[in-house]
């Protein structure tokens, strides 16, 4: 009789493997935050040399410039004597406030400055509205139609509004007309030519990589005088296109250049699986990419492509060069020709720098959240 069989044990809590156990408690505990900052900054020697250093640089200039800055500086509604008494000691923030109205709107009409006023409020909320998940969906197109018909409306009059001439447009309305539609409209262009680039079929392929190196090969104040002086020759006689709508022209050109590299790389990233398993799907070309591919690569591009977009909206500046007000040109214009306030452009430029920082760090920090929500969806 063979003997009997002794139960398997069974692998409760106590008798479970302790190496799990084990593992978890030899992780270490969690750092606080004096032991995260002495990592960040005094982690060796040569940290913490760097690290003693710039604190003393800081204590050094940090009072010093709040003095300039805050302290000392002159606010509000004040004469020019006024800063002139404290010159050298403070800022003059008076010029902001004396050329408020000239560096938002430049030459529009002074008594029609409310519609521009309204219009930048108009072409804000846009970008603000399409950046909440909420509102993707199919009524956005509309939004984005009615909201540019208003905007441009305001700008250029008619319907019961004084028209004025785009020629008088200037400032921080042009600015974000130039960066919003740049981008609107130089995005789309910039998949059919990342796609085209891509494509099996030469001439297509051809065009696309001709655009892209040709564009790409120049710098943007090379198209925007082509689109101001040379095009007006290759138009017959009498036939006129406005400045502005000539230099919109120029940024999408040059921007979807720009964007399609961008793209073409988010595309390649996308691992030849995907494409093998939408063609087994049966899925055809256009669907494949809607529905697989461009969504997979857009994701991937976020950040890329939002820095394209951040140096749009710092490089509109360059269109002064071919006599646009655009907000850049209308702060530095508006000190320039008044001789009382024209040792203050200093402090103008600095205003014009927080704006453009406003701006830039708003995208910089919806790209973030933009990419972990990605992320997260995945």
Known sequence: MSPPLSPAPSRTASTADPAPRAARSSRPPQAGALARIRQAFFANRRDAVLTLALVAAIAVVAPRLLDWLVLDAVWGPQPAAACEAVRGQGACWAVVWEKFRVMMFATYPYGEQWRPGLAIGVLIALPVLSAWPRMWNAALPAIWVAGSLLAFWLMGGGLGLATVPASQWGGLPVTLMLTIYGIGFAFPLALLL?????????????????????????PLITVLFMASVMF???????????????????????????????????????????????????????????????????RIAIPPIVNSFIALFKDTSLVMVIAIFDFTYAVKKSVETDVAWKKYFMEALLFSMLVYWIGCYAMSRYSRWLEQRSTQAR
């Open 232 to 298: 007006a020759l290759f138009m017959p006689a009498g036939f006129a296109v406005d400045q502005l709508l000539r230099a919109q022209v120029a940024i999408i050109v040059f921007v979807a250049a720009y964007l399609a590299e961008v793209i073409r790389g988010g595309l390649q990233a996308v691992p030849k699986g995907q494409y093998e398993a939408a063609r087994a799907l049966g899925l055809p070309y256009w669907r494949m990419m809607g529905l697989v591919i461009l969504p997979q690569a857009l």
């Open 194 to 218: 990342a796609l085209g680039r891509r494509s099996g079929l030469p001439v297509l392929r051809a065009l696309s990589i001709t655009w892209i190196e040709v564009v790409r090969g120049v």
